[in-house]
Nanobody
Framework: QVRLVESGGGLVQAGGSLRLSCAAS????????MGWFRQAPGKEREFVAG????????LYADSVKGRFTISRDNVKNTVYLQMNSLKPEDSAVYYC???????????????WGQGTQVTVSS
């Protein structure tokens, strides 16, 4: 069992930045693939960014590439999502998730946080 708790969401103007954090507890965090997903009203949950267990590999959705950066601290059991140059279309509930394989597929992630709202005003 892994418990994930996101924080850092909020309201920001277009062009601004936010840093999301996801604190993990429970089983070993070190071996887990971690991902960030988002879901806007009326849309399906979509992959945003992923990082493998030792942070050697990262992957981003095309829509956020060059603006968002995922990182992790295996000592603090925390994964981060630095979001720069935010756009109104980035507005969504952002979820942290953990999985056992390297994947972008929502269904392959086992544990999910409760989500944190990000709203970008124009």
């Amino acid at each position: 069992q892994v418990r994930l708790v996101e924080s850092g969401g909020g309201l920001v103007q277009a062009g601004g930045s936010l840093r999301l954090s996801c604190a993990a507890s429970g089983r070993s965090f070190t071996g887990l693939t971690m991902g960030w997903f988002r879901q806007a009203p009326g849309k399906e949950r979509e992959f945003v960014a992923g990082i493998n267990w030792n942070a050697v590999s990262t992957l981003y959705a095309d829509s956020v590439k060059g603006r968002f950066t995922i990182s992790r601290d295996n000592v603090k059991n925390t994964v981060y999502l630095q979001m720069n140059s935010l756009k109104p279309e980035d507005s969504a509930v952002y979820y942290c998730a953990s999985g056992n394989i390297w994947t972008t597929r929502t269904r392959d992630y086992t544990y999910w946080g409760q989500g944190t709202q990000v709203t970008v005003s124009s």
